[in-house]
Structure formats: C-alpha cells, structure tokens
C-alpha cells in the first residue's frame, strides 16, 4: 500500500491502466506487480476522505464497499465504513459484513480499533437536525415521537434525502475518521443524493438546512476531498449504465475516481486463443460440451472491451475477479487483499 498516499505530480490522479498491459494481464487479474495498475487507481482513493460507491444493484457495492474499509484499514487508516437506508430498524448489509448484522440505534458501531460503522438514515438526521434547531433534547425526541412529523419528514419531498446529507455532514466535521466510506443507494437514487445539495441551496441558501448543504455541496465537489467509486458487471447493459452514471454524476460535480470492474470470470485463454477457437468452432460446428460456457465469457470479454472503451479515463478502470463458491465475508476478505495488494 505504498503508493495509496502518493499524490502523482501532475496534481489530479488519474491512474489509468495501461491498455496492452490491461489485456496481458486479463487472466492475472489485478497483480501485485503494479503493471495492470488498476487497482493503484481504486487504492488512490485512500487520499481522499469521502469515497462514496454507487452502482446498479446487485453488481457487488456492498461488498466492494466493505472491500475498501478492510482495505484501508489493514493500510493503518482510521475508516468509517457508512451505509445509506431507508431506517435503522432493518438488518444492516454492510455491518453484517463486519459482525454487526443489527447495529441498535443509530449511533456507530466499533468493529475494531480504529474501525467504525454507521447507518446514514433520514430519521437519524432529522434528529440531529432537530436538536440543532431546538438546541432541545427533550423536545427533539418529543417532537419525533410524533407519528404526524415523523410521517411528513419522511414522505415531504428531499426531506429523507436532506436528514442523510444533515448526518453526512455532520460525520465528515467529525475529524475521528481519515475515511468515510459510504455504500450510496443503487444507480438513480444516487444521482438524486448527489444533485439535491445544488437544488435546496439554490432555494434556501442560508440557515442551518441552506448552510449545511453547502458545505456538502462544497465538499462532495471537490475531487481533493471526495472520489466516487462505481461499481459495475462484465455484461453489455451494466457497462452502458455505467458510462451514463458517470456522465451523470460528474454532471452533478461529483468526479467518479474509479471504476471497478467486479466479477469478472477468469479464462485459460489468451485472447489470441480464443479468437482461433472461435473461428474453429464456427467452421467445425462440433458439439461441444462448454460452448455454451464459452458464449458467457466470450460476451463477458466483450462487454470488458466495451468497459475499457467507453468509461471515461479520468476514471481509473480496474477490476475484480469472480470469486466462485465463497460466502459474502469471504468474498470481501479476497477482495480487501486484491485491493490492498496492488500498489
Ligand atoms: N467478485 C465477486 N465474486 C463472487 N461473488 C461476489 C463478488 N462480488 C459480489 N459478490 C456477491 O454477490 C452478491 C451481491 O453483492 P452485493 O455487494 O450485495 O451487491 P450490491 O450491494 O451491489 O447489491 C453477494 O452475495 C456478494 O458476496
Ligand atoms: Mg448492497
């Protein structure tokens, strides 16, 4: 992890795999040599305090998410690992990935020394709203007592999405933490949490709502402080979302430091060889028994061309292998260590 705090002296990272390295080591995946240097890209976020990961569900946020907290731990780091929800009183992804399935309340959970856990959820910043506002307790938690105020915040519209920024901010003014690294809700909901800053400082630019968004607002765009990570699949449609969310997210001021490329299968062949293969089977026709396996990674290669292609390489592009037959907490453990390997 010797480079995760290099700061490359033209200023902004932009570590960028270098393509033909890229393809010779597609089937080492993301070495310890540094040479397929996508990893040093997703690590070079360690710089930054805020790293939010987002992407469509189901591509393995959660995972990459606890990924780099492991990760930037084992670095020594001081690591806040954060989750967006609805309400704290369901089973939380993330935590439960650290031991602590069903955090009580809404405070952080210790997991280990210089590691920590939250839930980011709009009844949580409501409260802290609230007691800012009040400046009383008592009243606080009298007034969220009531089912009517309770009900309005949360179905008001930006009104869940105002008390998640309200407890962000007040995370991030918390100095404890070297990182704050947050599993954001999947795709379009995201773009929402990210924009809404701009909109309700546009309308209420000053007060204790106006003047907190602000600083998120200032904080989230400014690459030194934060970096997006997005997360996606080795298939057609996932890439393509993908190219669009960081269009989108950069439109909102939000600069997407990395790109990682998760589950990515691993193949025997050297491209060369399967594009000789390919043609044999198409002449030959024979029945074989893995063509059908062969199609998956065929269009799972493609759809990496297309990756490599088409997000934008102010992203550094990296990506992870398909672990096969392990349970989620072991999927993460492989995970942290591909991560904190490469540097
Ligand atoms: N690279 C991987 N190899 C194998 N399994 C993975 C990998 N990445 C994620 N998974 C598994 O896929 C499932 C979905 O991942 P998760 O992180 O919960 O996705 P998301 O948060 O995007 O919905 C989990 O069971 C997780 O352990
Ligand atoms: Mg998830």
Redesign the pocket.
């Known amino acids: 992890m010797k480079a995760a705090n290099r700061e490359p002296a033209s200023g902004e990272p932009t570590i960028v795999p270098d393509r033909a390295a890229t393809v010779e080591a597609s089937s080492r995946w993301i070495s310890g040599s540094g040479r397929a240097n996508g990893g040093a890209g997703v690590t070079a976020i360690w710089d930054r305090r805020l790293v939010l990961v987002t992407?469509?569900?189901?591509?393995?946020?959660?995972?990459?998410?606890?990924a780099l907290a492991r990760a930037a731990h084992a670095a020594g780091k001081r690591v806040m690992v954060a989750e967006v929800t609805p309400d704290v009183h369901t089973p939380s992804?993330v935590l439960s990935l650290f031991g602590h399935p069903r955090p009580k309340g809404e405070d952080p959970v210790d997991i280990a020394p210089r590691l920590r856990g939250v839930r980011l959820a709009p009844t949580s910043g409501h409260r802290i709203l609230l007691r800012k506002a009040l400046k009383v307790g008592l009243l606080v938690d009298t007034a969220l007592k009531s089912a009517a105020l309770t009900r309005f915040l949360s179905a008001a519209p930006t009104f869940p999405e105002i008390g998640i920024l309200f407890q962000l901010v007040t995370l991030l003014r918390d100095a404890k933490d070297d990182h704050l690294i947050v599993?954001l809700p999947?795709t379009g909901h995201a773009v929402s949490l990210v924009s809404l800053p701009k909109t309700v400082v546009r309308v209420i630019p000053s007060g204790l709502i106006g003047e907190s968004l602000s600083e998120v607002l200032a904080k989230m765009s400014d690459p030194k402080h934060t970096r997006a990570v997005v997360?996606t699949l080795p298939e057609q449609l996932p890439v393509s979302e993908t190219v669009e969310l960081v269009a989108a997210l950069g439109a909102q001021g939000l600069h997407v430091g990395a790109a990682v490329l998760?589950?990515?299968p691993s193949t025997p062949f050297l491209p060369t060889e399967l594009s000789a293969l390919r043609a044999w089977i198409d002449e030959n026709n024979p029945p074989l028994l893995g063509a059908k396996e062969l199609r998956k990674l065929e269009r799972a290669l493609q759809a990496k061309e297309t990756f490599y292609a088409q997000v934008p390489n102010t992203a550094s592009r990296s990506e992870?292998?398909?672990?096969?037959g392990?349970?989620?907490?072991?999927?993460?453990e492989?995970?942290a260590k591909v991560l904190g390997e490469v540097s």
Not at 320 to 324: A, H, Y
């Open positions: 992407g469509k569900g189901g591509v393995g946020k959660t995972a990459v998410t606890a992804p599993d999947a997360v998760n589950r990515v992870l292998p398909l672990f096969d392990l349970d989620d907490r072991q999927v993460v492989r995970m």
